[in-house]
């Protein structure tokens, strides 16, 4: 089998493609297992300082928009921390011992991320030409850093925010609200998640631009309808009513947009070249 480079690669069947992919994913899976037991070693320390960090008056979001709200600005909300906590319960038995191996796992997964993507490259990078090579590398580095990102501003920001306005909402004052810790974690993953699977979104219009989905045509075609789905979708993320909140989650969004419709090709310069 001859190398796009022109060099005679070694030949190789498909059963040894299947086993070197094998030993790859073993070296995968053992690189997540080293990662978690070490997390689950420091798993308790984790929760005390940043895990759970949001659930009291003291984090470093709440201050900030605590010092922002005592100059008297009718455009940011009044969210004094001083009083503000929320108090976990375990209501299952087994459940903190599965939350703790399940965290560590999550937390391996997601910090081990650009390890497991080199691996994975060891496999794929033989079957590309040198230039192909040269433009997956700037996209998996662009990809990693995006997702860091994203999951940065769902821990700092989204999550924050949304935990403050939803453990202080009640139906009614005859409901007291008690929350479990199985539930903040489920809340606490999926967003943080979310945020970094969603600032994937121009490597994904990179993708699609280069393929030929997407031109930048579409992004300025439908940026109205952008403006306006991007709105809904930060008032349900942030419930709070205020102009303040809606701004700080639908802006870094909106920049997505904006950076994806920048990275896909131009048609016109397209034809010119």
Known sequence: MMGH??????????????DV?????LQVAATIFAAAILLF???PWIFDNIILAPTGGDFFLYRLLDGLSSDNSSLIPDLSSADF???????????????????????AVVLTFPIILYQLWGFI?????????????????FGNTMFYIGVTIGYFLVFPITLRFLADYQLSSAI???????SYMDNFIT?????????ELPLLAWLFGKIGFLTRRFFKKYRRHAVVVLLIIAAIVTPTGDPFTLAVVFLPVYCLWELSAYLVPNPETSIET
Request: proline residues 3%; glycine residues 6%.
């Open 125 to 141: 990078s033989p079957a590309l030409y040198s230039n192909e090579r040269r433009g997956i590398k700037r996209a998996f580095l």
């Open 191 to 199: 967003i943080c998640l979310m945020m970094g699977v969603v600032f």
């Open 85 to 107: 906590h929320v108090e976990l319960v375990n209501i299952e038995l087994a459940s903190q011992f599965f939350i703790h191996m399940s965290s560590s796992c999550w937390l």
């Open 5 to 18: 480079s022109g060099e005679r690669l070694e030949e190789m069947s498909f059963w040894g493609h299947i």
């Open 41 to 43: 070693t420091f798993m």
């Open 21 to 25: 992919l094998r030993k790859i994913l």
């Open 176 to 182: 007291p609200n008690v929350i479990s810790l199985s």
